[in-house]
Nanobody, 127 residues
């Protein structure tokens, strides 16, 4: 099991940027694939981005492609989500999640495919 803690959320105007961080502790971080999800009030948790450490592959939801970037720092056991050109529709609680990495670097976008979750950080984008 890996423990995850998100930070970096806040209030920003439309068009602005935020960078979320997810610090991991516990088992060897590099053996995990990491994902970011978000959940708006009254909606299901949805996939945002995923990174595979074994291959470096990254995947994004269509709604954030070209605006968000997922990256990580193995030395710091931290994964980041850089969010640019934010829109009010991006308002949600953002969660990072971990699962055992996949040697082929496949995409995992279903929340049920992840084992460990952080507590979430609120992102609010005003119009």
């Amino acid at each position: 099991q890996v423990q995850l803690e998100e930070s970096g959320g806040g209030l920003v105007q439309a068009g602005g940027s935020l960078r979320l961080s997810c610090a991991a502790s516990g088992r060897t971080f590099s053996r995990y694939a990491m994902g970011w999800f978000r959940q708006a009030p009254g909606k299901d948790r949805e996939f945002v981005a995923h990174i595979s450490w074994s291959t470096g592959n990254t995947y994004y939801a269509d709604s954030v492609k070209g605006r968000f970037t997922i990256s990580g720092d193995n030395a710091k056991d931290t994964v980041y989500l850089q969010m640019d050109t934010l829109k009010p529709d991006d308002t949600a609680v953002y969660y990072c999640a971990a699962r055992p990495d996949d040697p082929w670097g496949r995409r995992f976008s279903n929340p049920r495919e992840y084992d460990d979750w952080g507590q979430g950080t609120q992102v609010t984008v005003s119009a």
